[in-house]
């Protein structure tokens, strides 16, 4: 039987500990989940040069739920795959769970990675001709996870995505919504330290937009760390807290609900 239950460990139950094999990078204390320290970038030189961000600073902590917002161009995607150390600052510092990912070299960013992060985009980024199981499995493949408990975590993980009958379909043979559901699954496989996920309802309807925030929504009340990048006001009230960018500068921080407990939208359904 697997500890693993897809919603309610945060902590990552189920996944063997990270090493880095650099002891003094490890912490006892429980850091941020994100800590992001006077984080530049500057793209090009000369007169192409961009400040895509120009000093962000952010922590995060375990069980938040944030949503970033701002125009297009306001940096967000930059900020974004920084976080999910899929590219490097220009400047400043990044921790993810105490952890300097600056201080990574390139196989101990992947393991960070596969580890610590799930990830959800706007276009879904499914492996074609690879059905959902086989898409969710390959995060735990990556991981070195074996056949029979990857089979029964990712089944659990499609399970909680209300996608149990589906787990045999290829993803084009599922609707957009269902699609962004086993990205879900995928991105929740590896019990991740953090979800990290930009515009994820932008290619949906209104329909499947409700559906996967109310996945969300559920997981966040589970303890599970969001951080969720949307232009719409209508999604940013399912989030705890709401950081706004304008011109890669933070001009708002506002908090919506208490890190511990459910999310404002789940809190409004329960309240009479
Ligand atoms: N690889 C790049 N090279 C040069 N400039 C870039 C690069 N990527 C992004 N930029 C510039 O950095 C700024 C921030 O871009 P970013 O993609 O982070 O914006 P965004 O807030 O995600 O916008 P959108 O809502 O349209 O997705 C923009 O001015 C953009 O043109
Ligand atoms: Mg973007």
Redesign the pocket.
């Known amino acids: 039987m697997t500890r693993w239950d897809g919603l309610g460990h945060p902590d990552g139950d189920g996944v063997q500990p990270v090493s880095y094999g650099v002891a003094a990078l490890e912490d006892s204390r429980t850091p941020p989940v994100l800590d992001v320290r006077e984080v530049r970038?500057i793209?090009?030189d000369g007169d192409?040069t961009?400040?895509?961000?120009r000093g962000i600073s952010i922590s995060v902590d375990r069980g938040d739920f944030v949503a970033i917002m701002?125009?297009?161009?306001?940096?967000?995607?930059?900020?974004?795959?920084i976080l999910g150390c899929l590219d490097v600052p220009s400047s400043g510092n990044y921790l993810v769970d105490g952890t300097d990912v600056g201080a990574l070299d390139d196989r101990q960013l992947a393991i960070l990675r596969n580890r610590k992060i799930g990830f959800v985009f706007q276009s879904f980024n499914l492996i074609p001709r690879m059905s959902a199981l086989a898409n969710v499995e390959l995060p735990l493949a990556y991981g070195g996870v074996g056949a029979s408990a990857r089979r029964k975590r990712a089944v659990a993980a499609l399970d909680q995505v209300g996608l149990a009958d589906r787990i045999h379909h290829d993803p084009n043979e599922l609707s957009g919504g269902q699609q962004q559901r086993v990205a879900v699954a995928r991105a929740l496989v590896t019990a991740p330290s953090l979800l990290l996920a930009?515009?994820p309802t932008g290619n949906l309807d209104t329909k499947s937009t409700e559906d996967v925030l109310q996945i969300l929504d559920r997981l966040s009340a589970a303890g599970r760390t969001i951080v969720l990048?949307t232009?719409e006001d209508d999604v940013a009230t399912h989030a705890k807290r709401v950081i706004r960018?304008v011109d890669?500068q933070i001009i708002e921080d506002r908090r919506q609900g208490p890190v511990e407990g459910p999310p404002p939208r789940l809190l409004s359904k329960v309240a009479p």
């Open positions: 970038k793209y090009g192409a961009v400040h895509a961000l701002g125009a297009s161009g306001s940096g967000k995607s930059t900020l974004m795959n930009d515009e990048i232009h960018l890669g």
